[in-house]
């Protein structure tokens, strides 16, 4: 069974940093791109980051670029979303997802494995 888990959710101040993890298992995670994505309320999922399967490419959202980072360690099976200079716009849930076997590593419509999102919260 694929799984996902995301973790490092919280709350932090403006300016702050958060690092979130996803935690996989149920699959090889070096055969699978991994994307980042997020959802405020009352808006629709973003695209936040993505990574490709072997981890030689990567893309960011014109929003965070330069703020965030996507990393991938495929020998602990865990992506990690480094997100600093926090702004109260950033405040989402966010969730890591993965696709399997595509070129389209930063496609919306690839990612069928979802998790179940964790919560960033940036306020004073």
């Known amino acids: 069974q694929l799984q996902l888990v995301e973790s490092g959710g919280g709350l932090v101040q403006p300016g702050g940093s958060l690092r979130l993890s996803c935690a996989t298992s149920?699959?090889?995670?070096?055969?699978?791109?991994i994307g980042w994505f997020r959802q405020a309320p009352g808006k629709e999922r973003e695209r936040v980051s993505c990574?490709?399967?072997?981890?030689?490419?990567?893309r960011y959202a014109d929003s965070v670029a330069g703020r965030f980072t996507i990393s991938r360690d495929n020998a602990k099976s865990t992506v990690y979303l480094q997100m600093n200079s926090l702004k109260p716009e950033d405040t989402a849930v966010y969730y890591c997802?993965?696709?399997?076997?595509?070129?389209?590593?930063?496609?919306?419509?690839?990612?069928?494995?979802w998790g179940q999102g964790a919560q960033v919260t940036v306020s004073s």
């Open positions: 997802a993965a696709a399997y076997g595509t070129n389209y590593y930063c496609t919306l419509s690839v990612y069928n494995y």
């Open positions: 149920g699959f090889t995670l070096g055969n699978y791109a």
């Open positions: 990574v490709s399967a072997g981890g030689g490419m990567t």
